[in-house]
């Protein structure tokens, strides 16, 4: 099956930017989203992508999307306490969205 | 305010008995989904809907069933097949040419 593969943990000073990584298995996938989860709360969508771009800008938020190799990546310029989260990445074929386990980024002053 | 609401927010059962989880969205959707998260894990997809009185197995469907009556509304019903049903579910709506899903706030399950 498919599979959305992604690091566990990312600490990061506040300040500093973040970059959380991606691969994906299917290279039929269509839209490739990031989506960032609070504690006990639902997804929020952050970004997504379309698979033919390469780059997509979103105030503080930088998605890179290397399709040859299955890359897919969020930059968060300024990190804040309030970015601590886990966020999520996914891809979408066959009308279906696959995720990753979740990065949880903690933030650290 | 449009939006997705979950109910309730924790739920608590004992084992041997169904309960439902509620999910409604005012966004004028189509589509709607379940999923269900446990710790750690991404999110695996229960049941999903594309439209009214029609709906598809995800990919771990045992021990779940839906329905579809309503375009606003998409009920999970947890039975007491399911061997760990623990977990905290989520649910989401989706339309348009992305077909991008947003979710509700989720509800908590515990089986006791």
């Known amino acids: 099956g498919e599979d959305v593969e992604q690091s566990l943990f990312l600490s990061v000073r506040e300040g500093d930017s973040s970059v959380i990584n991606c691969t994906y298995t299917d290279s039929s996938s269509t839209y490739l989203y990031w989506y960032k989860q609070e504690p006990g709360a639902g997804l929020q969508l952050l970004t997504y992508?379309?698979?033919?771009?390469d780059m997509k800008q979103d105030q503080r938020l930088t998605v890179l999307l290397n399709k040859k190799d299955k890359h897919l990546s969020l930059r968060i310029a300024d990190t804040q306490t309030g970015d601590s989260a886990i966020y999520f990445c996914a891809d979408r074929s066959w009308g279906k969205l696959q995720f990753g386990a979740g990065t949880q980024v903690v933030v650290t002053p | 305010d449009g939006g997705i609401t979950q109910s309730p927010k924790y739920l608590f059962r004992k084992e041997g008995q169904n309960v439902t989880l509620s999910c409604e969205q005012n966004l004028n959707h189509d589509a709607m989904y379940w999923y269900r998260q446990d710790p750690g894990q991404g999110l695996r997809l229960i049941y999903y809907s594309q439209i009214v009185n029609d709906f598809q197995k995800g990919d771990i469907a045992e021990g779940y069933s839906v329905s579809r009556e309503k375009k606003e509304s998409f009920p999970l019903t947890v039975t007491s097949a399911q061997k760990n049903p623990t977990a905290f579910y989520l649910c989401?709506?989706?339309?348009?040419?992305?077909?991008?899903?947003?979710f509700g706030p989720g509800t908590r399950l515990t089986v006791l």
């Open positions: 989401a709506s989706s339309t348009g040419e992305t077909d991008t899903q947003y």
């Open positions: 992508i379309f698979s033919n771009m």
